[in-house]
């Protein structure tokens, strides 16, 4: 078992940035590779990033590239998600996810989830 437990949302101005952390525990963090993902209000859980095992390659929606920053630090068990130049559209709730395959985009993929973070950009 992986448990993961996001932080770092909360309000921001468009324009502005957050930087999100996803804490895990459990089973080895560096053999995992990780996800994050996000689901607004009436719509459905969407990619945002991924980053592999090592950290050494990552993987973007195309709706934050160049905005957004996946990375992680394996010697703290630690993700993070840098958001920057945020616009309203971002708005949702940002989930963790770790996979044991490969830095998807694919929900499904992933085995273990953590329990969210709000994030909320006024314009």
């Known amino acids: 078992q992986v448990q993961l437990v996001e932080s770092g949302g909360g309000l921001v101005q468009a324009g502005g940035s957050l930087r999100l952390s996803c804490a895990a525990s459990?089973?080895?963090?560096?053999?995992?590779?990780m996800g994050w993902f996000r689901q607004a209000p009436g719509k459905e859980r969407e990619f945002v990033a991924s980053?592999?095992?090592?950290?050494?390659?990552?993987y973007y929606a195309d709706s934050v590239k160049g905005r957004f920053a996946v990375s992680r630090d394996n010697a703290k068990n630690t993700g993070y998600l840098q958001m920057n130049s945020l616009k309203p559209e971002d708005t949702a709730v940002y989930y963790c996810a770790a996979s044991r395959g490969s830095f998807s985009d694919f929900a499904a993929e992933y085995e273990y989830w953590g329990q969210g973070t709000q994030v909320t950009v006024s314009s």
């Open positions: 980053v592999s095992w090592s950290g050494g390659s990552t």
């Open positions: 459990g089973r080895t963090f560096s053999n995992y590779a």
